[in-house]
């Protein structure tokens, strides 16, 4: 049994999330900024699309997913806590590193804050 919440973000709370994200003159957010392993944050490629990445010394290193805005959307929208958590075998998500499942992950939680802060 998961102790991450299973329940899909949904269309619309990814779309303020990618939204949001595509407003700031940043290529890359995570909350976890300090140094060595930083956990996971959004990225902006340099052609246009989005990913979710892996951050060492709040720098992303390591793209678990990336694609074009609308098709991160969508896949943003099907995520949960659980799938984030990078603990579920067969999500693009998924990383076999232990000590890195569950470890400074976005939630929705931070996804909230993040969208309702001004940067």
Same mark, same amino acid.
């Given at each position: ?10 269309? !619309? ?7 949001? *994200? +595509? &407003? ?41 997913? !990336? ?7 969508? *896949? +943003? &929208? ?42």
């Amino acid at each position: 049994m998961s102790r991450y919440n299973k329940e899909h973000y949904g269309i !619309e709370f990814a779309t303020q999330v990618v939204e949001h *994200f +595509l &407003s700031l003159d940043v290529s890359e957010w995570s909350p976890y900024a300090h140094r060595e392993y930083c956990g996971c944050g959004l990225v902006k490629k340099p052609y246009g699309n989005i990913g979710i990445s892996n951050f060492l010394d709040a720098r992303s290193f390591r793209t678990f997913v !990336e694609l074009p805005k609308h098709e991160f959307i969508e *896949f +943003l &929208s099907k995520q949960s806590d659980d799938t984030m958590s990078l603990t579920v075998v067969g999500n693009a998500l998924y990383n076999s590193d232990k000590f890195e499942q569950g470890n400074q992950v976005l939630n929705r939680q931070l996804l909230d804050q993040f969208v309702n802060s001004t940067s």
